[in-house]
């Protein structure tokens, strides 16, 4: 049997061969919009969130099986609670990665103590999983729709948390700088609806993450280049996490289409496969520190709305 090593990097390589077929007709992952809750997986029997390279595999799969349900869980899992899986259904791989281990040392004392310790070569596992959809009388999936209005709100309102400053004035372009570690986006009338604003916005806000007192990414490349490249894909696989995660449905349009950069996406993933994972890694570090500065900004308003009410109450009773 093939080392799990070798299964891993196998899989990876079908994954992206897959993708950059789908680049090369002008998309990423899927040419038409998608429900997003399917691109926020996660194991309902052990309250797991797939991420990073996990949840790329399960989006993939997601779109290529049509699935509409976002959970995911190991046969074993489901027979403990009774479960089976459908006739003929097949499961998709996912990997785990061990960086430490523990291990028992002997303390000066002479007493024994368990630390961790970090492993010279990481160790690469795998493990099966498969989608609600594919188990046999599984609970159905009650999708939670918010309205348009709470989605183009909670979008605005995650712009509104930005660590850093982000600027609207009658320019062609939006960009992030990252010497002024300021967003530039155009005039809201440039664009074509508020939802494409929210898309630009998003994807603007995971380049403002790698700035050096941030995750500190390599944001030096000019246009054209590699590195300008991986960024921007780090961006775009960042932005589908983001909007994923808020429970965002909108279907706007980034300011600038990412087909200019297709070219360059698959000649850095045609050079080494395991980029892609590198980029999702990263897009989802610049995500999670997104999302809880987001979560921190809208508990700190609610906090202040709550004192400010009874002052409210007080000025009106005092008319």
């Known amino acids: 049997m093939p080392a799990a090593f070798t299964i891993v990097m196998d899989s990876r390589r079908e994954l992206v061969e897959k993708l950059i077929q789908n680049m090369e007709k002008g998309y990423i992952l899927t040419e038409k919009e998608w429900d997003r809750d399917a691109f926020a997986p996660y194991n309902p029997l052990s309250d797991v969130h797939y991420k990073g390279g996990n949840r790329i595999r399960l989006i ?13 869980m190991t046969a074993r899992q489901l027979n403990e609670k009774g479960y089976y899986i459908k006739k003929g259904e097949h ?22 103590e368990k630390i961790r310790e970090s492993l010279e070569m990481p160790a690469v596992r795998y493990f099966n999983v498969f989608n609600g959809e594919q188990v046999q009388d599984f609970p159905e999936y ?5 309205e348009v209005s709470d989605m183009l709100q909670a979008g605005l309102d995650c712009l509104a948390s930005s660590e850093c400053r982000i600027t609207e004035c009658a320019q062609p372009d939006a960009f992030y700088s990252p010497g002024m570690d300021r967003i530039f986006l155009p005039l809201r009338e440039m ?3 508020q939802e494409s604003f929210i898309k630009t916005g998003l994807h603007e806000m995971v380049h403002s993450t790698g700035h ?11 246009f054209g280049s590699e590195s300008y490249a991986k960024e921007e894909l780090r961006a775009e696989l960042g932005a589908m996490f983001l909007e994923a995660d808020l429970g965002l449905q909108i279907k706007g349009e980034h300011f600038q289409d990412h087909s200019n950069y297709l070219k360059s996406w ?20 610049a995500v999670e520190r997104i999302y809880k500065n987001y979560l921190r900004v809208k508990t700190i308003e609610k906090e202040r709305k709550r004192e400010e009410e009874p002052l409210k109450r007080h000025q009106k009773l005092s008319r």
């Open 142 to 146: 009650i999708h939670q729709k918010m």
């Open 91 to 112: 499961p998709t791989l996912c990997e785990k990665w061990i960086f430490d281990r523990e291990k028992m040392v002997t303390k000066e004392d002479g007493t024994r």
């Open 266 to 285: 698959i000649q850095v993933l045609q050079e080494d496969y395991n980029e892609l994972f590198r980029a999702c890694s990263d897009a989802e570090k």
């Open 212 to 222: 050096v007192t941030r995750l500190n990414r390599d944001m030096g490349g000019c």
């Open 60 to 72: 993939a799969k997601v779109i290529e099986k049509g699935y509409r349900d976002p959970r995911w």
């Open 191 to 193: 664009f074509k609806d």
